[in-house]
């Protein structure tokens, strides 16, 4: 049993989720894996559960069809909070662009005061690899935005390679987040600042997938420019008031 899990969300990621799993069980630091599958037609779910025979501390969620990865990290947060031994929950995703040998640290940050600590890909210079120019520029001044928009001092706002503290998804009313792209990460890092939790970021080496298909969609994008927006407005009708 472990005090981390680490919440991976997947679609069609037959290729890179056993490297993945057999990876993260391989660390020094033992840490458990929740997996969350909307359905993957590719079989990805049946590969977790094979796995699981082999590995106790690896868990599956299966949904019906594909729901956003806002929805299914919701989906493995709730499960989280269910289970009272989970003090620090990972966001990460599945295709190896997150290395998992960060997670340590972005624990750490956490053990040493963090509420959430974001793995960055901006905090020291731009670190990212197998990008295109165009795609950096545009993550790059993205955060740029946000940052204008919200007036929150975060270098990387859309990253989602992220440690949370257990308080800050209790306190969090995570049926109100509103987001399901890259906005749903805006939003989060935005109401925990909101809230008064100490949000830290970690500098990581960002490398693009080798396999698999990326899930980026002008939908996607839109919803988190237009999103900011949204939640910069919402944000003067709530209270953030946190539990004594």
Known sequence: MSDS?????TYNEKENIEKIIRKVFSLSYFFEILI???????GTAEIVKQLQLEYPALHLEQRKGKLGLGTAYIHGFNWALARSQYE???EMDADFSHNPDDLARLREACVKGADVAIGSRYVKGVNVVNWPMSRVLMSYFASMYVRIIT???????TAGFKCYRRKVLKTIPLAKIKFVGYAFQIEMKFTAINYGFNVVEVPIIFTDRTEGTSKMSTRIFREAFFGVIQMKVWSW??????PA
């Open 151 to 157: 007036g929150i001092n975060i270098q990387d706002a």
């Open 88 to 90: 620090f929950i990972f």
């Open 5 to 9: 899990l680490v919440i991976i969300p």
């Open 36 to 42: 969350i599958d909307d359905g993957s037609p590719d």
């Open 237 to 242: 009708f709530r209270k953030y008031d946190r």
